[in-house]
Each structure stands twice: as C-alpha cells, then as structure tokens.
Nanobody
Framework: QVQLVESGGGLVQAGGSLRLSCAPS????????IGWFRQAPGKEREFVAT????????RYADSVKGRFTISRDNAKNTVYLQMNSLKPEDTAVYYC????????????????????WGQGTQVTVSS
C-alpha cells in the first residue's frame, strides 16, 4: 500500500504562485504515474495534470494549460505541481494520486486508473 502526502498549499492572491509537492510515505514511487486532481466545494473532483514515471509524457486540463506545470524528481521521490497566474476559480483541495498504470494518456484524466490517493492540501486564491 502506498500512502501519498501532499504539501505546499496555502492562501495566495490572484496572480500569485504556489508549488505543491507529492511524496510517498514509506516507499518509492519512481515507476508510478502521478496525477493531480482538485475538488472545490460543491463540485466534483476534476483532473488537473498527470505525468508518467519517465517524466517525458504529461497531460493538462484545458483550464490550467499554460499556467500549471507538473514535473517529477525521481531521485528525490517527489512530484511537483507549479501553479502560476492563479485565479480565484483555482481554489480547491488538491489531491495527488498514483498508480503503476499502463492506461493510455487519454484515460489518465479520470480518477479510475489511480488506486493511491493523498489526503489533499487546500489552495485558496483570493481576488
């Protein structure tokens, strides 16, 4: 069982930046595909970004494309989500999720391929 831990959330003004981190507790996840999802109050959980274990294949939601960047440092056993030009509508709890998935990139926008999830970190963007 892999436990994922997110960090880096907080309160930021619109236009600001935050960097979220995701790391496993107790084991390495260098061969895992890692995704970021978010859930705002009263809304369903939605896909944000995903990255293959090799780091050379990524996918973004249209709403964050050009503003967010997902990356990973397997030597540090950490995946990052750099969030720039933040907007109030980015306010949500952000979750990282992982799995040794062979699913295609198109399928990785769904929560289904990810069996392991973190507890989430709150991101609040004020206007």
């Amino acid at each position: 069982q892999v436990q994922l831990v997110e960090s880096g959330g907080g309160l930021v003004q619109a236009g600001g930046s935050l960097r979220l981190s995701c790391a496993p507790s107790g084991r390495t996840f260098s061969r895992y595909t890692i995704g970021w999802f978010r859930q705002a109050p009263g809304k369903e959980r939605e896909f944000v970004a995903t990255i293959r274990w090799s780091g050379d294949n990524t996918r973004y939601a249209d709403s964050v494309k050009g503003r967010f960047t997902i990356s990973r440092d397997n030597a540090k056993n950490t995946v990052y989500l750099q969030m720039n030009s933040l907007k109030p509508e980015d306010t949500a709890v952000y979750y990282c999720a992982g799995g040794t998935t062979a699913w295609g990139m198109d399928s990785l926008v769904s929560p289904r391929p990810y069996p392991y999830w973190g507890q989430g970190t709150q991101v609040t963007v004020s206007s």
